[in-house]
Nanobody, 123 residues
Framework: QVQLVESGGGSVQPGGSLRLSCTAS????????VGWFRQAPGKEREGVSC????????YYANSVKGRFTISRDNGKNTVYLEMDDLKPVDTAVYYC????????????????WGQGTQVTVSA
């Protein structure tokens, strides 16, 4: 059982920014592909962004391209999701998850999940 912890969520106004962090205990995140997913009430879990172990490439959902940035800091064993120009539709619980070798940034490919951090964007 892996241990993943998300932090950095909060409440902001539209146009604001947040930086989410995903940290792991007992193992190194650089051994895994890491994804950020979100789920709003009544909606299915959505892949927001992934960073792949294989080549360091990244994926962004069309809805967040140009606004969100995923990155690693291996020295801190942390994966970040920088979220800029936040919109009300970004409101959701954001989850960090890992997978050894996912083909796509698709929630069922990720088997280990954190507890989530709430992001609320409202005027």
């Amino acid at each position: 059982q892996v241990q993943l912890v998300e932090s950095g969520g909060g409440s902001v106004q539209p146009g604001g920014s947040l930086r989410l962090s995903c940290t792991a205990s007992q193992f190194s995140l650089d051994d895994y592909s890491v994804g950020w997913f979100r789920q709003a009430p009544g909606k299915e879990r959505e892949g927001v962004s992934c960073i792949y172990r294989s080549d360091g490439s990244t994926y962004y959902a069309n809805s967040v391209k140009g606004r969100f940035t995923i990155s690693r800091d291996n020295g801190k064993n942390t994966v970040y999701l920088e979220m800029d120009d936040l919109k009300p539709v970004d409101t959701a619980v954001y989850y960090c998850a890992i997978a050894p070798d996912p083909v796509t940034c698709y929630a069922p490919s990720f088997g280990s999940w954190g507890q989530g951090t709430q992001v609320t964007v409202s005027a």
